[in-house]
C-alpha cells in the first residue's frame, strides 16, 4: 500500500502554496522567452535591411563602374582624334586645299566610325571652319560660343577642354563640345578642333542598364558641373559643387558608393560613383533606395507575424504547464500503484538477472536446475515450484528439480505423463496454461498428490526447443486461488526460456570444444578485459609441452598481461600482439595477424598469429590463434632458395656465352698473329700476354658457371692424387687449427674420366661439410683407392673424404642427398651440397654414397669411372702445327660476326675455301649454290626457328658425304641434351677453343 503523507495548510510547502509560486514562475519565465522572442526578431529585421542595404551599394557600386568604363571608351575615341590631328595641325601656319580635304575625310570618317558625335570641326583664329565632319560646312551649326573659342586661340590655351552642354542647331539637342588648340612653329595657337559630343550617347547606357525606376544618371566634371544627366536633364549646365559628392566622397576615395539624405522629392537614395582621373569627369549613379528594400518589407510582416505566432505558442505552452501541473496530484496515486508493480517486476528482475548471470557461469547442472526452482518459488510468491525434463527413454516427464514439496511428495511424485494433468495439457496445448481455481477447472483434473497437497492454483510453462520439440516443462503452485497474474506468467515463461537456453549453449559448447579441438591451430576467446574464457586442445597440449614466450597461460589468465610482462622483457612481437587485441577489441580493425618466431637457436619455431572480433553477450572479445607455421616457412625459404640459384644461374650463363665468343675472337686472333710473329719478340710476348689474359678469362667463366652449375661436363683424363692434393693445398688454411687435415693415397692410383673443375667444387663441398661435422675438433682423412670390377666392363676408382665428428643418425643419413636436406641450423646452409655431389657423380657415370654413426664420424665416398687407353692420353691441344694444311669447301654458319670473320682468317689460312652463314636459313639458301660441300661447321643456338643441330640434319640428309662439326659457347646443359638428342654422333666444340683444338677436330671428321 502507498504511503500517504499530510501537509499542514498555508505551509509553503501544502499544494495551494506550490500551484501558486508555480504558476508565478511559469508566467514570469513565459513574459521573458517573449520578450526575448521579440528582441530576436528585431535584431533579425535589422540585420537583413542593414544586408540589403549593403548588397545594394555594392551592386550600384559594380553598375557606376561599368558604366564610367563606357564614358572612358567615349572620351577616349575623342583623344585619339586629337591625336590623329597633330600630325596635321601642330607647327602648320596654313593649310592648303589638299591638307584641308584630307583632315575632312578624315573627320567624316572619325563621326562615320562614332555616330554619338554630333559635329566634328577644325577651326583657325578666324573662327572659321576649315575642314568638317560634313562635306557640306553650311550644315554646321553652331554649338560653341565664339568668344570662347576665341579666348582659347588669343590665350594659346593649351589641351583638351569639355565645356557646359549648349544646344545644337534646330533640333535644340544637347551637345558637349570638346575643344583641342593646335600651334604652329612660332608656338601660337592657330588651329583648334571642337568635337559635339551628344548627350543621348552617354544617357542611352543608363537606360539600357534596366536598373529601374527612381534611379538617375549623372556625368559631371569634378568641380561639379553636370555634363549630362538621365532621365531628365533640368539641371545639366549647372553646379553641383555643394554636394557632398563632390565635397566628401570623390576626394577621398575614386570609387565608392554611400546613402544619401532625403532630397527635395523626399526620396532617400544609394549613391554609387566612379572619377575619372585622365578625363577630370565623374559617373554617378542614384537608385532609389524604397525600392530595393521592398523585399525587405515584404519579410518585415512574415517576421512580425512569426513573432507573434512564437508569443502565442509560449502563452500556450504555459497553459499547457499550468494544467499539467494540475494534474500532477491525480497522477501521484496512479504513480504509486505503478511503483508497488515495478517493485515487485524489479524483484523478479533481480531474481532473473542473478540466475542468469549463475547460468552462464553453471558447470553443475543440477544446482542450476536447484536454483531456478527456488528462484521460481521466490518470485510468484508461490507455495510449490517443480522443474521437470524429459525422459530420453519415453514421452514422460522427470522432476528433476523442485522446491517447497514436502519429503513424501518428493519421493512419489517424480514421473509426470499423459494429458489429463496440468502440466501434461499444458505440453498437450504446447502453450502456457494458466489455472486460477483448480476446484472449477473443466480443461483437466489436477495431480492428485496436489489436490493432497492443498493446491487451488497454478501455472504450467512447456520448455521448447529450437526445433519444437520438447525439452521440459515448469510448474508453480498456490494453495490461495486466484494467485498468478500476467506478470507471474511471464516470469514463469522466462525462467523456462534461460533453462531451455543453458541448455543448448551446454549442447553448443561441448559440439564447439569437439570442433575447436581438432583444430590444429592453438585456440583462445578472450573477454573484453583480456581474461582467456577458453583454450582448445592443441593450446593446452603446447602449453604443457613447451615453456614458451607465446602463447602461455589457460583458462581465467590475462592474455593481455601476459602480453605486457614479455614486452617488458624485450619481445617485440608481445607488444604487437597485445597493440593488435586491443585495436580489435576497440572496433579499430576487423582482424590482426602477424609472424613471430618463438624459441631459441637450436630450435627456433615459427607462428602465424591472428585476431579475430567476438561478440560475447554484447561484449566486445577476441579469438587469439596461433598456428605452428614453421615446416611452411622452410618449404618457403627452400623454395626462394632454389628460385635465386635459377635467377642466378640464367644470369651467369647468359654472362658466360657472350664472354666465351669474345674470349674466342680475342685469344684467336692473339693465337694467330702469335704464330706469324714468333713467340721471342717483343710483340710475340705481349701477344703471350693476351693470350694468357682470355686464358684467365676462361678460366673465370668455368667458374661462374660452376658455380651456377649450369657447365657443361669436359670429362677427360684426370689423376685422382693430384685433385686430392690440391683440394687440401687450397683450403688447408681455412680449417681451424683443431682440425687436422690429411691426404691418403697410394703410390699408383688409375686416371679416372671426370670434369677436373666439378670434381675439384664436390670435394671442396664435402671438406667444408667435414669441417662443420666437427666443432670440437677432430681429423679430415682425404683417401682414393682402385676399386676390383668383378669382371665388369667398367672399371672404377673411389674418393673419400672421412671425419670423426659427430656423426647423423640413419635417419638422417637416408636423405643426406635429397635436396634441401640438412641438419644445420636455419640460415647456415641451403641443404644443396650433398646433392650437387651426388648429381655430379651421376652425370660422370659414377655414383655417390655415404656411411654415417651418430658419435663416430662420417664417409663420403664418390666412384668415378676409370679412363680409358685413348681418353688417357687426353685432350690438351697443343701448339698449333702452321704446316697443318687442309683441301676442301667448308660453310662456316655462326650469328656473332666478330667471331665469324676470325673462323674464316683461320680456316683461310689452313687452305680451306670458306663460305659464310649468319643462321640456318641463309646457310640453306648458300648450299644450293655450293656444288661440293667437305664440311659444315655452325653454331648450336642461332636466331630463328632452326639451330644447328637441325641444319645438320637438313645436310646429313641432302649432302650425306659432308662432314659436320658444332661449336658452341651456351652454358645450359638441358638444352644442349635435348638439341642432341637429333644426332649424338655429331662432335660438338665448347667456345672458346684453340686452333690446336680445331684442327684436331678437323683431322678426325675430314679422316672419316
Known sequence: MADTVTEAPGSDSSPPVRESRFRRRVLIVSFLVAILVVGETAIDVYRDHMRLTEDAERDVENLVVNLASTHKQVFDSIDLLFLSLEDHLNETDTLDAGARAHIGRLLRGFRSRFPEFQSVVVLNRDETVVASGHRDLSKESGFLDQRRVKALIEGNDLGKHIETPVAAGASGNLVIPVVRAFRNRSGQVVYAAVVALKTSALTGTHSALEIGSGSVMLLARTDGTVLARSPSTDIVGGSLADRPLFTEHISSASTGSYTSPPQSDGEIRIVGYHVSPRHELVTAIAVDRDRILAPWRENLVGHIGSAILLVLLVAAAAWFMIRSHDREAALRRSAERARNRARDRAVKQQIMAGLSQYSAEAEDSQDFLDRAARALRKGTDCDFASIARQVSSGSQMMIVARDGWPEHAREEYVFVGGTDSHLGFALHSRDTIISHDYGTEKRFRPHHRLVELGARSGVAVPMLTASGGFSGALSVYSTNPAAFSDDDRMFVEAIGHLIASYYERRIQSNLRSAVLDSVPSMLAVLDHRGDILFVNRSWISEGDARDLQMPEGGVGANYIDICTRAAAEGVVEAQQMQEGILDVMSGQTDRFQMEYPCGDEKEMRWFFATVSPVNLDGHSGALVSHLDITSRRELEKQLREASRMEALGQLTGGIAHDFNNLLMVVAGNAEMLSDRIGPETREGRMLAAIREAAGRGAALTDGLLSFSRRQLLSPQAVEPQKVLQDAARLLERTLREDIELRVETPDSCRQILADEAQLHTALMNLILNARDALPNGGTIILRCEDLDNGGAPVAFVRLSVTDDGEGMPPAVADKAFEPFSTTKPVGQGTGLGLSMVHGFAIQSGGTASLESKPGQGTRVMIDLPVATGSEAVGNNGGAAD???????????????????????????????????????????????????????????????????????????????????????????????????????????????????????????????
Open 882 to 1008: 702452321l704446316d697443318d694444311q687442309f683441301e676442301g669447301t667448308i660453310l662456316v654458319v655462326e650469328d656473332e660476326d666478330r667471331v665469324r670473320n676470325y673462323l674464316r682468317l683461320l680456316l683461310e689460312d689452313m687452305g680451306l675455301t670458306v663460305h659464310e652463314a649468319s643462321s640456318a636459313a641463309d646457310a640453306l639458301e648458300s648450299l644450293a649454290g655450293l656444288p661440293e660441300l667437305d664440311l659444315l661447321l655452325s653454331d648450336v643456338i642461332m636466331p630463328g626457328s632452326m639451330s644447328g643441330y637441325g641444319l645438320a640434319s637438313e645436310i646429313r640428309r641432302n649432302r650425306p658425304g659432308s662432314g659436320i662439326i658444332l661449336m658452341s659457347g651456351y652454358t645450359d646443359p638441358s638444352m644442349i641434351e635435348r638439341l642432341h638428342e637429333h644426332d649424338p654422333s655429331i662432335p660438338l666444340l665448347r667456345k672458346p677453343f684453340s686452333r690446336s683444338q680445331l684442327v684436331a677436330m678437323l683431322k678426325t671428321v675430314l679422316s672419316d
